[in-house]
């Protein structure tokens, strides 16, 4: 039976995944290093693969996805092209990388815990979005 909590967490979840592949398309492209490259065209593909099931998920719950909320999307955006200026991009773009990765797993895992009365299989994407945040921010640390 489907309640409450299941369709929040969901959206949450659906929220942190579109916030993953705008982080990752809004750098991809000023990257130079190649291995950095591989690993971020990894997990874009990973955070749209994951995508596609939540939003598989709510098409039979009947609900509406959610996006970011456009404040954090524009506070992303504007602390990734002011560090940008700076120089060292691969750096840079690990490191804001990284701390996306960091800020997702503590949202998500806050969601968590606050509708935790979901389904299994809902809290069950949502611990893949973790894995794959984690796994991400791991692969990044050789560029730091």
Known sequence: MINEDTIKLLKECDAGAKMG??????????????????ILEK???DHEKL???IQEELKKFKDEEKDPNPLAKAMSWMKINMKLIKGEHDKVIADLM??????GIKSICRYLNQYESAMESVKGLCYDLVEVEE?????????L
């Open 21 to 38: 592949i705008d982080g990752i398309e809004g750098v991809i492209k000023k990257v130079e290093d190649k291995k950095l490259f591989s």
């Open 43 to 45: 997990y874009l593909k």
């Open 98 to 103: 990284t701390e996306g990765c960091n800020m």
């Open 135 to 143: 796994n991400f921010a791991k692969d990044l640390r050789k560029f």
């Open 51 to 53: 995508e596609e099931k």
